[in-house]
T-cell receptor, first 115, second 114 residues
Framework: EAGVAQSPRYKIIEKRQSVAFWCNPISGHATLYWYQQILGQGPKLLIQFQNNGVVDDSQLPKDRFSAERLKGVDSTLKIQPAKLEDSAVYLC?????????????FGEGSRLTVL | AQSVTQLDSQVPVFEEAPVELRCNYSSSVSVYLFWYVQYPNQGLQLLLKYLSGSTLVKGINGFEAEFNKSQTSFHLRKPSVHISDTAEYFCAGNTGGSQGNLIFGKGTKLSVKP
């Protein structure tokens, strides 16, 4: 079974530029999550989708971050314009169903460096 | 406030020694608790989870954890570690509710030395 796929693995940009990350969850997984992991901290949820609907985006900085999951499968997370403090690893995860009594499956992450 | 606290940021141990990684959760965090492991340059992988039932939970790679409601703790243990256990370990708790976002601790880096 293929795991959660993310790209790109690494991205370096200047501040005020834009960047997009892509995630393809495990086939059949209805719930998709984007987490931000800043160096030295645990992952923090940015946004959670159930199929193509947003379940929770309360911690997403909506002035600069956006995410979509148009067909209920893969998802894109965009940052525009980027700030220095956005340097982090962006983790995508998926799970079979809504509600965290189940297991989350994580991708390898996309490491963003903002200069 | 909902929180998960990992009490040690780094734990160095020698190979074949026992190890305990400590985790405490706030009482407002729902009692669905998890330990994830992150090997260098890889994603997080579930080690074990506590949902209900027996307070001693066994996971992969010989790890186990004990849920202690009175102490609001969920410490991870392994009786004998290997070099390959070197990784970062994250404790996480469910925030509750129907969608249940996971709240992660800051992580504990386990370094196993020969």
């Amino acid at each position: 079974e293929a795991g959660v796929a993310q790209s790109p693995r690494y991205k370096i940009i200047e501040k005020r530029q834009s960047v997009a990350f892509w995630c393809n969850p495990i086939s059949g997984h209805a719930t998709l999550y984007w987490y931000q992991q800043i160096l030295g901290q645990g992952p923090k949820l940015l946004i959670q989708f159930q199929n193509n609907g947003v379940v929770d985006d309360s911690q997403l900085p909506k002035d600069r971050f956006s995410a979509e999951r148009l067909k209920g499968v893969d998802s894109t997370l965009k940052i525009q314009p980027a700030k220095l403090e956005d340097s982090a690893v962006y983790l995508c995860a998926s799970s079979l169903f809504l509600g965290n009594t189940g297991e989350l499956f994580f991708g390898e992450g996309s490491r963003l460096t903002v200069l | 406030a909902q929180s998960v606290t990992q009490l040690d940021s780094q734990v160095p141990v020698f190979e074949e020694a026992p190890v305990e990684l400590r985790c405490n959760y706030s009482s407002s965090v729902s009692v669905y608790l998890f330990w994830y492991v992150q090997y260098p340059n890889q994603g997080l992988q579930l080690l074990l989870k506590y949902l209900s039932g027996s307070t001693l939970v066994k996971g992969i790679n010989g790890f186990e954890a004990e849920f202690n409601k009175s102490q609001t703790s969920f410490h991870l243990r392994k009786p004998s570690v290997h070099i390959s256990d070197t990784a970062e370990y994250f404790c996480a708790g469910n925030t509750g509710g129907s969608q249940g976002n996971l709240i992660f601790g800051k992580g504990t880096k386990l370094s196993v030395k020969p």
